[in-house]
């Protein structure tokens, strides 16, 4: 039982590139988000699915997509990356809408 | 608008005394709140929890308090280990939108011996 799996741990991109951020869980939890942390803030939610086939946005979604294909699934797209997402980034999943949530161990991003 | 408010970016306790750890919260449509707890190059851990209907959780060294009217809660670490050594995050979920949480900026917490 691995939990939420996140990868990659690091990954540097240029300005312009793009990029998928994967997530997988294996506890059948509907519920799965996306959230990043700059220094000294909190978590900020990106994009968050209540089941399969179903996403939604969160607080901070410009710049970002995600599908939601299958329950264990939920990759995080970057177009055109930019400065300002230079962030760490962590993956999470909850049987219950937002109780308990099981966060990955998160990706370093920089976009140099 | 930050609707959680962790207002002590740290916080340094002695080994085996209590740690006591704040949060305010702006909403009043917040119905759920919990506790993360963080150590680096980690994702974060849930710790406790409590619903707007109670006053106090407890679950071993660790008990949650929460004060409705002053929109407050309160996280306290008995006796305090170096281990508890981490960031601590508060985080609420709005009735209205219960898919989702709102974090504070969290709480370093130094536990020295």
């Known amino acids: 039982n691995a939990g939420v799996t996140q990868t990659p741990k690091f990954r540097i991109l240029k300005i312009g590139q793009s990029m998928t951020l994967q997530c997988a869980q294996d506890m059948n939890h509907n519920y799965m988000y996306w959230y990043r942390q700059d220094p000294g803030m909190g978590l900020k939610l990106i994009y968050y699915?209540?089941?399969?086939?179903?996403?939604d946005k969160g607080e901070v979604p410009n710049g970002y997509n995600v599908s939601r294909s299958t329950t264990e699934d939920f990759p995080l797209r970057l177009e055109l990356a930019a400065p300002s997402q230079t962030s760490v980034y962590f993956c999470?999943?909850?049987?219950?809408?937002?109780?308990?949530?099981?966060f990955g161990s998160g990706t370093q991003l920089s976009v140099l | 608008d930050q609707q959680v408010k962790q207002n002590s970016p740290s916080l340094s306790v002695q080994e085996g005394r209590i740690s006591i750890l704040n949060c305010d919260y702006t909403?009043?449509?917040?119905?759920?709140f919990l506790w993360y707890k963080k150590y680096p190059a980690e994702g974060p851990t849930f710790l406790i929890s409590?619903?707007?209907?109670?006053d106090k959780n407890e679950d071993g060294r660790f008990t949650v308090f929460l004060n409705k009217s002053a929109k407050h809660l309160s996280l306290h670490i008995v006796p305090s280990q170096p281990g508890d050594s981490a960031v601590y995050f508060c985080?609420?979920?709005?009735?209205?939108?219960?898919?989702?949480?709102?974090f504070g900026t969290g709480t370093r917490l130094q536990v020295t011996l």
């Open positions: 699915s209540v089941g399969a086939g179903i996403t």
């Open positions: 985080a609420a979920r709005n009735t209205g939108t219960a898919s989702k949480l709102t």
């Open positions: 909403n009043s449509m917040f119905d759920y």
């Open positions: 999470a999943s909850s049987f219950v809408g937002a109780e308990k949530l099981f």
């Open positions: 409590i619903s707007s209907i109670k």
